[in-house]
Nanobody
Framework: QVQLQESGPGLVKPSQTLSLTCTVSGGSITTDYYYWSWIRQPPGKGLEFIGYISYSGSTDYSPSLKSRTSISRDTSNNQFSLQLSAVTPEDTAVYYC??????????WGQGTMVTVSS
């Protein structure tokens, strides 16, 4: 079974870039038709889809975050990463990585809390 684990700083200053990595075990991020996504949940709010990187390396992002988001991958380490630039306190959230297969979410990481504050 595929397992995912997020890692990265828990505190980021306003205007800086938030960087998180998701390490995948139990399966390869290049397996056909799998998409590797980032989702976040601000305190007291619902889940928000950020974007994904596909098994082939293509990416797609939420229109509301597209200008500040970049998702990349390291196939040698079976990891994919999120970079969100010019963060504000509104970007404070629990960030999750998750697998997508045939348009359905599969495995999720446990989530990591990121606070944007000076």
């Amino acid at each position: 079974q595929v397992q995912l684990q997020e890692s990265g700083p828990g505190l980021v200053k306003p205007s800086q870039t938030l960087s998180l990595t998701c390490t995948v075990s139990g399966g390869s991020i290049t397996t056909d038709y799998y998409y590797w996504s980032w989702i976040r949940q601000p305190p007291g709010k619902g889940l928000e889809f950020i974007g994904y990187i596909s098994y082939s390396g293509s990416t797609d992002y939420s229109p509301s975050l597209k200008s500040r988001t970049s998702i990349s991958r390291d196939t040698s380490n079976n990891q994919f990463s999120l970079q969100l630039s010019a963060v504000t306190p509104e970007d404070t959230a629990v960030y999750y990585c998750a697998s997508l297969y045939i348009a359905a979410f599969g495995s999720w990481g446990q989530g990591t809390m990121v606070t944007v504050s000076s």
